[in-house]
């Protein structure tokens, strides 16, 4: 019995020898709490560092002006695109393939400066196939005008004394044959033959005696005015498939500049039914630079601030610094009932390169009739929402970063408040600044 109980007897050295050493399990422990000191580290790291979401709003145009609208009252601004006034899309007068496009997008072309070439076999082929009816029927008219050859009325006359002198023959043998069935010598179907070819004679002599009056004579009148008509049809045939061969030309109807390249060598170009993979209804479009406009929709509670050839200056986004003088050119006949405005349309007066269509831009219309003290000097009025400014200053949005600015508080009105001097209009403004917003932290646009 003692022996078996010593048999189950746990081995405690054994097990000892088993487990981990003391120095092996401080390691691990330490790891463990190193790796969650740099856990909440790295986790209040980017609390800290985390952009703010923030709103911001366009800084409006100033209301200072160029040479001429210095002093000038505001009395509305708006927002739209820059359109081109004319804007062409170029397109074929023939069906075919795209054998040269000599533009690319950006290209300044000249009035008539060529484009794009089309494949033109065929047509080269149809005009000298026009052409060669054309020939033949001047050919003919030319003989109809001409009449007949004094050998061909030579020959005809000809024709006609040699009938002549058949008759006569013909005649002496009649006589001759009606004397000897009288006398019993001959039948009188002898008699009859003779007279058939008498009469046979006096037909072919009054037929070549025709010919030969026809002959002297010349064609008809008639005939040669049919002619004539027939030249005139294949000479417009030939303008006509000439004309179609000079459209496999295209080229620059105005001086401009290439807003768009739709087709490309190889592409087949229609001027029927275009398709979305199919073959192209034009080849480029174009507009003019030089005439740029505002496209506007002005709120029907505005509108009546506003009246033809009303002078306004012209801003945009990509380059708030440069304003350009613009005057009211178009106004839209009607409103548009979905929106509760009226288009409106601006004239840039002197556009530069700067300028491009489809820009964002902003027009101030001022008051033409009223100036303020024209003593003073004009200052760039900016507007800003009030909650905006805060202890004189506003925060600017700029590459991800709010950035504090200075401003000076000049006048408030419900459209916000006016502020000089920091500001110079189509800066991002933070409204409504987080209390704890620093100058340079991060900022994010808040998502609707």
Request: charged share 25%; glycine share 8%; net charge neutral.
């Amino acid at each position: 019995m003692e022996a078996e109980l010593k048999s189950l007897r746990i081995d405690r050295s054994a097990k000892k020898s088993l487990g981990p050493s003391p120095w092996t399990s401080r390691w691990i422990i330490g790891g463990v709490l190193l790796f969650a000191v740099l856990g909440l580290g790295r986790f209040a790291y980017t609390r800290l560092n985390a952009a703010v979401e923030v709103e911001t709003v366009r800084a409006r145009a100033p209301e200072a002006f160029g040479p001429g609208g210095a002093g000038r009252e505001v009395i509305l601004n708006a927002t739209g695109y820059i359109v081109a006034h004319h804007k062409i899309e170029v397109a074929s007068k023939v069906v075919g393939k795209v054998a040269w496009i000599g533009v690319e997008k950006g290209d300044r072309v000249k009035q008539g400066q060529v484009m794009v070439r089309l494949e033109d076999e065929e047509y080269r082929a149809q005009v000298l196939q026009a052409q060669g009816q054309l020939n033949n029927l001047k050919a003919k008219l030319a003989e109809l005008e001409n009449g007949s050859r004094p050998e061909e009325i030579a020959r005809a006359k000809a024709d006609v004394e040699q009938s002549k002198a058949d008759r006569e023959n013909a005649l002496i043998t009649l006589r001759r044959t009606k004397d000897l069935v009288q006398q019993g010598v001959l039948a009188k179907q002898s008699l009859d033959d003779a007279q058939a070819k008498y009469d046979g004679a006096v037909a072919r002599t009054l037929s070549l005696q025709h010919t030969y009056d026809l002959a002297r004579i010349g064609p008809r009148k008639e005939d040669i005015d049919a002619q004539k008509a027939a030249v005139m049809q294949a000479q417009g045939a030939l303008e006509f498939a000439q004309t179609q061969l000079d459209n496999t030309v295209i080229r620059a109807p105005i001086d401009g500049t290439i807003l768009e390249r739709n087709v490309e060598k190889g592409e087949f170009v229609t001027t029927g039914f275009v398709g979305d993979k199919g073959a192209k209804g034009y080849v480029v479009s174009l507009a003019d630079l030089n005439d740029l406009q505002v496209e506007l929709d002005i709120n029907q509670n505005d509108f009546a601030k506003l009246s033809p050839e009303q002078k306004g200056v012209i801003t945009t986004d990509a380059y708030p610094d440069r304003k350009y003088e613009g005057v009211i050119a178009e106004i839209s006949p009607e409103a548009n009932r979905q929106k509760a405005t009226v288009q409106v349309k601006v004239k840039v007066l002197q556009p530069d390169s700067y300028l491009r269509p489809e820009m964002n831009a902003s027009v101030a219309f001022y008051n033409q009739g009223k100036k303020t003290d024209s003593r003073a000097p004009a200052q760039a009025m900016v507007t800003v929402p009030a909650s905006a400014v805060r202890d004189g200053s506003v925060f600017v949005m700029v590459d991800g970063k709010a950035l504090k600015r200075a401003v000076t508080v000049e006048s408030a009105g419900p459209d916000g408040v006016r502020v000089s001097n920091g500001l110079i209009g189509g800066e991002d403004v933070i409204v409504s600044a987080p209390a704890g917003l620093k100058d340079g932290q991060k900022v994010v646009v808040k998502k609707s």
